[in-house]
């Protein structure tokens, strides 16, 4: 599995290829977003274990450096996502 990392402008340029492209390749889409914060798209095959996050913490030490970052932060919402 490879993974391919996309800033938002493209994704939001057009999706439906991003998401059809991920799904054909069985890559991974890692999006970049305007804050440098990353969102991770992994196409699934019903009932299929998701291991990006294993494969990335095993072979990314990037990566692990972000996820060590963001326990350290709090959280944030999405823009339009309402708090619970």
Request: proline fraction near 10%.
């Amino acid at each position: 599995m490879g993974i391919k990392v996309t800033p938002l402008s493209e994704f939001a340029a057009n999706p439906h290829a991003t998401l059809s492209e991920c799904v054909a390749s069985g890559d991974a889409f890692v999006v970049e977003l305007p804050d440098h914060s990353l969102v991770s798209i992994q196409g699934l095959e019903p009932g299929e274990d998701d291991s990006l996050v294993d494969e990335l913490l095993a072979s990314n030490p990037s990566f692990r450096a972000v996820l060590e970052r963001s326990k350290g932060s709090p959280r944030k919402l999405f823009p339009g996502i309402p708090d619970a």
